[in-house]
């Protein structure tokens, strides 16, 4: 894709979504960073659902460490693969408590660290609570970026380094959001919603859906 089609595509995501932000509910790095955790292989309006109820009752490192696995497990319950999250909310909550003073870190490898937190979910508490250029390949930007031609890869990895080299620098710090909001509601897996997309003309998908 030459720079001219991929500064278009961009340019319209923003006219669409001038302020896109993550759709996880959050008031500080802390609760982004459990709610990123929780999240694998769940619905961010699950998590939502969850976490309103937690949170007005644990919200902090501490918080979390005080309410132990078993005390979290009540409260996550209706997300999947709840019991193995918990240890590793409570896992890292400790963890910030011994070598951050319980806030988390703006440092990659130091999120890395941290139980439950791989480079994608490093990568959010990077972008979304601290305000980095950086990109979060999940499965919603990794098939727009290889259906559309924006920056196709093998794997999330070569998907993520073509994206920090060939998007734009004024767009670098909200594309994330608005490609994994483009994949979750437009640019679907099964059936994308090719007649409603905006960046339709753009797209070097082969197999658009045309109703």
Same mark, same amino acid.
């Given at each position: 894709?030459?720079?001219?089609?991929?500064?278009?595509?961009?340019?319209?995501?923003?006219?669409?979504?001038?302020?896109?932000?993550?759709?996880?509910?959050?008031?500080?790095?802390?609760?982004?960073?459990? *709610?990123? $955790? %929780?999240?694998?292989? +769940?619905?961010?309006?699950?998590?939502?659902?969850?976490?309103?109820?937690? @949170?007005? !009752? #644990?919200?902090?490192?501490?918080?979390?460490?005080?309410?132990?696995?078993?005390?979290?497990?009540?409260?996550?319950?209706?997300?999947?693969?709840?019991?193995?999250?918990?240890?590793?909310?409570?896992?890292?909550?400790?963890?910030?408590?011994?070598?951050?003073?319980?806030?988390?870190?703006?440092?990659?490898?130091?999120?890395?660290?941290?139980?439950?937190?791989?480079?994608?979910? *490093?990568? $959010? %508490?990077?972008?979304? +609570?601290?305000?980095?250029?950086?990109?979060?390949?999940?499965?919603?930007? @990794?098939? !727009? #970026?290889?259906?559309?031609?924006?920056?196709?890869?093998?794997?999330?990895?070569?998907?993520?380094?073509?994206?920090?080299?060939?998007?734009?620098?004024?767009?670098?710090?909200?594309?994330?959001?608005?490609?994994?909001?483009?994949?979750?509601?437009?640019?679907?897996?099964?059936?994308?919603?090719?007649?409603?997309?905006?960046?339709?003309?753009?797209?070097?998908?082969?197999?658009?859906?045309?109703?």
């Amino acid at each position: 894709m030459n720079p001219a089609r991929r500064l278009e595509i961009y340019r319209r995501l923003r006219e669409a979504n001038p302020h896109p932000t993550t759709e996880l509910v959050y008031g500080t790095p802390f609760e982004l960073l459990v *709610a990123v $955790v %929780l999240s694998a292989q +769940a619905t961010d309006k699950s998590v939502n659902l969850a976490t309103a109820r937690l @949170f007005p !009752v #644990a919200s902090t490192a501490h918080a979390i460490a005080d309410l132990g696995v078993e005390g979290l497990e009540t409260y996550i319950r209706s997300i999947g693969l709840y019991r193995t999250k918990a240890r590793n909310v409570v896992a890292l909550s400790n963890m910030l408590i011994a070598e951050h003073g319980g806030e988390v870190p703006a440092d990659r490898a130091a999120l890395e660290r941290l139980p439950g937190v791989g480079r994608k979910t *490093a990568n $959010v %508490l990077l972008n979304t +609570a601290f305000g980095h250029p950086t990109v979060a390949v999940d499965t919603h930007i @990794f098939r !727009v #970026a290889n259906r559309t031609g924006l920056a196709p890869g093998k794997d999330p990895a070569e998907v993520e380094r073509k994206l920090l080299k060939f998007t734009p620098a004024e767009f670098l710090q909200n594309a994330h959001h608005w490609l994994i909001l483009h994949g979750r509601y437009v640019c679907t897996a099964r059936k994308p919603r090719c007649p409603q997309c905006s960046i339709r003309d753009l797209c070097a998908y082969k197999g658009k859906n045309p109703a």
